[in-house]
């Protein structure tokens, strides 16, 4: 049970590059997110999903993507790397349902030049 | 969503101390869960608190849920150098489709020389 796996764990781009972090989940979880995680800050919401197919945009939304194809999957693109998305971005999921627990991934550190 | 105000920023530790942290916010919230991140690592859930008024012990780690559900406070008992790292608060308004989550900016805890 490898619980929320994130790839790739370290990502240099130059600005205006693309590219897409990968989350995967094994617990069947029906809700996922997407955080970054900024120094002297807490973790803000980018997306989020209720269940495959369904999106929606969580606190600081420009700039990404997402989409969910299958409960497992949730990968987060970057269409036009700018430097103010350096960051460490964390993939969360559970069980949908208030007050359900999220359990987190190691996160996907990204440095854009 | 908000940020939680969450204090202190940061303290130091002796080997065997009580210590405490809080969270607070200007919205109530029906759920409020405590996270520790080890460097490199992704937050790792602590303590879920479901009620106003619940106190809930993991181990030497006890939290509150505030009676006016604005506030959650943490406290470690008789700390051991493994509890470096730093804790986030998080909370949580469940309505019928919301799972987001508001966090602190964390708590850094480190080791008094």
């Known amino acids: 049970n490898a619980g929320v796996t994130q790839t790739p764990k370290f990502q240099v781009l130059k600005t205006g590059q693309s590219m897409t972090l990968q989350c995967a989940q094994d617990m069947n979880h029906e809700y996922m997110s997407w955080y970054r995680q900024d120094p002297g800050m807490g973790l803000r919401l980018i997306h989020y999903?209720?269940?495959?197919?369904?999106?929606d945009q969580g606190e600081v939304p420009n700039g990404y993507n997402v989409s969910r194809s299958t409960t497992e999957d949730f990968p987060l693109r970057l269409l036009s790397a700018a430097p103010s998305q350096t960051s460490v971005y964390f993939c969360?999921?559970?069980?949908?349902?208030?007050?359900?627990?999220?359990?987190f991934g190691d996160g996907t550190r990204l440095s854009i030049l | 969503g908000q940020q939680l105000n969450q204090s202190p920023q940061s303290m130091f530790i002796q080997e065997g101390e009580d210590v405490s942290m809080n969270c607070t916010s200007s919205s109530i919230f029906n759920t409020w869960l405590w996270y520790k991140q080890d460097p490199g690592e992704g937050p790792v859930l602590l303590i879920a608190?479901?009620?106003?008024?619940e106190l809930t012990s993991n181990g030497r780690l006890t939290a509150q849920f505030g009676i006016t559900r604005k506030d959650s406070f943490l406290n470690i008992s008789a700390s051991i150098p493994s509890d470096v790292g730093i804790y986030f608060c998080?909370?949580?308004?469940?309505?019928?489709?919301?799972?987001?989550?508001?966090f602190g900016a964390g708590t850094t805890v480190t080791v008094r020389a």
């Open positions: 999903s209720v269940g495959a197919g369904i999106t």
């Open positions: 969360a999921s559970s069980y949908r349902g208030g007050g359900q627990p999220q359990h």
């Open positions: 998080a909370g949580q308004l469940r309505g019928s489709n919301d799972y987001k989550l508001s």
């Open positions: 608190l479901y009620k106003a008024g």
